[in-house]
């Protein structure tokens, strides 16, 4: 089984950027199909990107319209989310999701207008 931690949430104004992290342990990340989803107040948890462990092979959500990148660093153990030019409605915990089946426990992230 493997254990996943997010980092790097926080608050940042309309059109700044974070970086969000999810560090592995227990497991070898590139043996998953890693994704990221978000869930607003009220609202259900949806996908925001999806990175395969077939290399280059990449999904997003269509809401993302370019401004979001996910990628995996394997010797890390690690995937990222870099989010730039952020919009009040990104406003939401984002989670780590390994193989539709391991959840990390979130990490906020909340944009200002």
């Known amino acids: 089984q493997v254990q996943l931690v997010e980092s790097g949430g926080g608050v940042v104004q309309a059109g700044g950027s974070l970086r969000l992290s999810c560090a592995a342990s227990?497991?070898?990340?590139?043996?998953?199909?890693m994704g990221w989803f978000r869930q607003a107040p009220g609202k259900e948890r949806e996908l925001v990107a999806r990175?395969?462990?077939?290399?280059?092979?990449?999904y997003y959500a269509e809401f993302v319209e370019g401004r979001f990148t996910i990628s995996r660093d394997n010797a890390k153990n690690t995937v990222y989310l870099q989010m730039n030019n952020l919009k009040p409605d990104d406003t939401a915990v984002y989670y780590c999701?390994?193989?539709?089946?391991?959840w990390g426990q979130g990490t906020q992230v909340t944009v200002s207008s």
């Open positions: 227990g497991r070898t990340l590139s043996n998953y199909d």
């Open positions: 990175i395969l462990k077939t290399p280059g092979v990449r």
């Open positions: 999701n390994a193989d539709k089946k391991f």
